[in-house]
């Protein structure tokens, strides 16, 4: 364990400490930790440990449910669609996941709808429990507003984050998780609690002025991805994740940042099982020719090789595991308090 | 019809007409031209009928196949593999759409992955032929390099173009239709066809350079959208159109404004039946919503009006109805001299 580094067990034996001590049943909050580590060990620190204390709020106001109780609304054998009833989205979308892939095993590709759930973390963590079970899956979600659309200036479209993933041989598996915005408003919160100014071009003011202050950026609207490109994308996720699931769209969805609001997200899953296109041998056999192909192209200037979709997260991943995780001194803070309140102090791993 | 323009029927014909006279049967003739025409409805003017030429020197050269003989590979219930033989990309991503759609009625959810099939046009042709059918539809292709993997200096990776596309109630059905390059391919050959420098930040030269030369950028290479996240988006649309379906990936890919090589390009399509998540009335009232409420935000600095994805096209496509279709002098050029080759020079539309 290096120097001011948190092993990744206590902490994730803390954080599931917490989430059991204000009623969550002990697998589920199990999840709900694992979720909260697995970002900080993909060094994706913005929707780590930091986001422990934002759900413990919401749930403790009572507009997430401490347990989770899916029901199914319907049932069309490839697809379904799953009500969350408000419990944590964490907890809802894995459970979810697993019935996607479930489907793709029985029909070739599956499909889950989760209606009135929640924000649910990091996209690629449920997407990600696809390519050990010989599966490339896709998952969408929307999210509270954080930008305008385009040519607007007002905030009713969120970030609505999308992912897929896919096994990729001997390599780790190849997987894509993006929110539309041109930056995930998590990194915002994450510099604004280190004190950092963030880059130009982010965001603008609520007045519609550029700012390189993440307070003001929290307060104005951040900027799309490559310009109405990535407005139209953000549309397209919140068209699948709450208006085809019969989940809350645009404004109607409530950010993990709000304690007082129920969430209304919804997300929308996709399982494809590869051995009913091709044998998976072969198709791992591919990805590694692809991955092989892609990092033997000449470098461009400044650059000390190409990595190919989440290899870099997986990278992180070993070297947190083996010299624990660093964290800022606020999230610190945020958890030694979380730690008084919940009579957890003995838990608390640093 | 306005002064300068040619009539889309006659236009239409022309097209199949060329089609039919190189050795396709007329449907498939029918649908092949519909594309190229309907993209110039839409103003996508590098998708329209300025590939004529090109679709038509792939089918005389033999490396593109004149009669579409699809052929299931692999039958999984909700999901199927299509071998394309080498066939139109139009003709046969239309049939597994309407498979796709087929399944999705069955089992909630259906897909077909396409191989061996060619570049198909405008990808939006074909997930909007979903709504229709009370689907929401996705679609994805890969493309002949045109960009480095990010960090690389050598054109490995294509513009890969995807596109989602859903009923909208009252309102034409909301599409979204993007390569993943910062600008389409075609716009940069339509720029070199017109004359017309292209701004920067599209492309770099073959040395690295930046260029406004469209002729240098087709030598050098096209920059990804939102950076890096485009190159990520890029590699996922090829792993799942070429290397999940089993067709041609990476450099293996080969564009149609080449006649000297077969294409290997990929489809992978997805159809989801919404009534199967919710009454198709309520979709459509939530869609009505939702455009409402994006189209109600105060306006930014410069902008009349706030769009959805998709309603731009249809505007366009009700317009050039109307007044016909302008081509540029280049494309009216190669039509007369495609007319004169294959002697179809009384059915020329202007």
New interface residues.
């Given amino acids: 364990m290096a120097t001011g580094r948190i092993e990744v067990n206590s902490l994730r034996d803390f954080a599931t400490a917490v989430y059991v001590s204000i009623g969550m049943p002990e697998p589920d909050a199990l999840i709900a930790a694992d979720t909260l580590v697995q970002a900080d060990l993909w060094g994706h620190q913005s929707h780590g440990v930091m986001r422990l204390s934002w759900y413990a709020a919401r749930i403790r106001s009572g507009v997430c449910s401490a347990v989770a109780r899916p029901t199914f609304v319907?049932d069309?054998?490839?697809?379904?669609?799953i009500d969350g009833g408000d419990a944590m989205g964490q907890v809802l979308t894995a459970f979810a996941m697993k019935e996607a892939i479930r489907r793709a095993k029985?029909?070739?590709?599956?499909?889950v709808?989760l209606r009135n759930s929640n924000h649910f973390g990091t996209a690629m963590y449920f997407t990600l429990m696809a390519p050990p079970e010989g599966c490339?899956a896709f998952l969408s979600t929307n999210a509270s507003p954080a930008m305008?659309?385009?040519?607007?200036?007002?905030k009713?479209?969120g970030t609505n984050p999308w992912s897929?993933a896919?096994p990729a041989g001997k390599h780790s598996p190849?997987v894509?998780d993006?929110a539309n915005t041109?930056v995930a408003r998590g990194k915002v919160y994450l510099a604004k609690q280190k004190g950092q100014a963030i880059p130009e071009g982010w965001a603008i003011n609520a007045a519609?002025f550029p700012t390189t202050d993440p307070a003001e950026a929290i307060d104005g609207i951040i900027l799309p991805?490559?310009q109405h490109?990535?407005?139209?994308?953000a549309?397209?996720m919140?068209?699948?994740s709450g208006?085809?699931?019969?989940s809350a769209?645009?404004?109607g969805v409530h950010g993990p940042y709000q304690s007082e609001h129920r969430s209304g997200a919804g997300q929308f899953m996709?399982a494809?099982?590869?051995e009913?296109?091709?044998p998976l041998a072969?198709?791992n056999a591919?990805?590694e020719q692809?991955i092989s192909?892609?990092k033997s192209?000449?470098?461009?200037?400044g650059?000390d090789?190409?990595?190919?979709?989440g290899e870099l997260e997986a990278r992180h991943h070993t070297a947190n595991t083996r010299l624990g995780i660093l964290l800022p001194e606020d999230t610190l803070a945020d958890l030694r308090k979380l730690a008084t309140e919940t009579g957890l102090g003995d838990k608390l791993p640093f």
Avoid: C
Wanted: hydrophobic fraction near 60%; avoid cysteine; aromatic fraction near 10%.
């Fill in positions: 319907s069309f054998g490839a697809l379904a669609v029985l029909h070739g590709i599956g499909a709808g490339i305008a659309p385009w040519g607007g200036r007002a009713t479209v897929w896919a190849m894509l993006i041109g519609g991805m490559a490109k990535g407005y139209a994308i549309v397209m919140d068209m699948l208006v085809a699931t019969g769209f645009g404004s996709i494809i099982n590869i009913a296109m091709q072969d198709f591919r990805m692809m192909d892609l192209v000449p470098l461009a200037q650059f090789e190409i990595v190919y979709p």
